[in-house]
């Protein structure tokens, strides 16, 4: 068996990421969205979604690359070879890319096809993905609603009731210029507290960075002193993914400063080495990678031994399609510990297409593993070719 054809399919949509005014939900990335298919010479196929800047990562998978080594493309680099030799197929992509990768889009690239090389090996042998990953634990995670803060108490506070009427067991609100106004935060907290109730679980996601005076720029330590304060009152179950990605040894001052908060972070880390800083320097409670950022799948088999000695946690992020939400369950699935997949509830028209049959949310608040050979989710292909655009 070898990889026949690597091909980035670079689909438009016609909607803003945010929130808007009187809209029961917010939106993702709606206007571009990336999907990697990998092809092998005796019929099998997989695809994976990847969260990153479309148009560049296109030309990265299936450009013109140059002479040396360093400077070529993904599918140059992998036409002809063995898919289903996974981490052999990573290590030679990197190298290939690394005077000009090693992070970034490049490395947002590497992981969709790494994914989708888990995928065509589980194909191969007829199990689903979870089997070559290393066997299922559970058939089924509790999922958590993933979307954005509202403007005003009033708007999260019906937004946390809708999530609680489709039964889920918790719920991630983040962004929205959280954390520049402590005593809107608290309204805005106090508002969905009430709602959730005492039997669903909190998470916020303030963002690194905020939007203030027309510019984009990092929180001041007053300004992460008085969030964090806010924060601490109402003991969510985490706050994730606050610090600037380079400056990771802020989380071990906030545990010291704030010893209640559970931190968590993950989804700006690419390759095993930036996770070890993570662990090593930060400290964080959860460990939260992005399969369509971190490297794939290759990556993220890695991190159950690095954490498995402090007793720490590992929830993917999983803020894009059901094929992103389909690999985080099977990977999930795995693992020692689970307690949650994220589930993005704030997809687009552009996103909530490419599937044609949607992963949905069951009685008991959980979202089942998919079964089947491979991935065990089906892209739906006409409306993936009518979204498709050449740029």
């Not at 809209?23 to 695809?47: K, N, P, Y």
């Not at 954390?179 to 963002?207: F, K, Q, Y």
């Not at 939260?288 to 993917?316: F, H, M, N, Y």
């Amino acid at each position: 068996m070898k990889i026949s054809d690597v091909s980035p399919i670079l689909l438009r949509g016609d909607e803003a990421y945010g929130t808007s005014a009187g809209s029961a939900e917010a939106t993702d990335q709606g206007d571009w969205l990336l999907l990697v298919r990998v092809r092998t010479d005796d019929g099998l196929e997989a695809w994976s979604d990847v969260e990153t800047l479309g148009p560049v990562a296109a030309a990265v998978i299936a450009g013109d690359g140059m002479g040396g080594i360093g400077f070529r493309t993904l599918a140059e680099e992998l036409i002809g070879k063995d898919p289903l030799e996974v981490e052999s197929r990573w290590d030679e992509l990197y190298l290939a890319t690394a005077y000009y990768g090693r992070r970034g889009v490049v490395m947002h690239c590497i992981s969709a096809v790494d994914n989708c090389l888990w995928s065509l090996r589980a194909q191969a042998q007829g199990v689903d993905l979870a089997q070559v990953l290393g066997g299922r634990r559970r058939d089924r995670l509790p999922a958590y609603a993933s979307t954005l803060f509202r403007d005003t108490p009033l708007e999260n506070a019906n937004a946390a009731a809708r999530y609680v009427q489709l039964g889920f067991r918790g719920v991630k609100f983040g962004w929205g210029g959280f954390g520049l106004d402590a005593g809107r935060d608290r309204e805005n907290l106090a508002a969905i507290t009430e709602e959730l109730g005492p039997d669903r679980t909190l998470m916020v996601d303030p963002g690194w960075f905020v939007e203030s005076d027309g510019r984009h720029r990092t929180r001041t330590p007053a300004e992460d002193d008085a969030m964090l304060t806010v924060l601490a009152q109402f003991t969510p179950y985490w706050v994730e993914d606050f610090v600037h990605p380079e400056q990771l040894s802020k989380y071990r001052l906030v545990r010291e400063r704030f010893p209640g908060l559970r931190t968590a972070a993950g989804e700006q880390q690419a390759t095993i080495w930036d996770f070890r800083r993570l662990v090593e320097e930060g400290d964080v409670d959860v460990l939260q990678p992005d399969l369509s950022r971190c490297g794939g799948l290759t990556v993220a088999l890695g991190l159950p031994e690095l954490v498995r000695a402090q007793g720490k946690l590992i929830v993917t992020h999983s803020w894009l399609t059901d094929l992103l939400h389909a690999y985080s369950l099977h990977y999930l699935s795995t693992l020692d510990k689970a307690p949650w997949v994220e589930f993005n509830v704030a997809q687009s028209a552009l996103s909530r297409g490419v599937v044609a049959d949607h992963l949905r949310l069951e009685a008991d608040g959980t979202v089942a593993v998919p079964t089947g050979s491979g991935l065990g989710v089906t892209v739906d292909e006409e409306f993936v070719t009518a979204r498709q655009t050449g740029r």
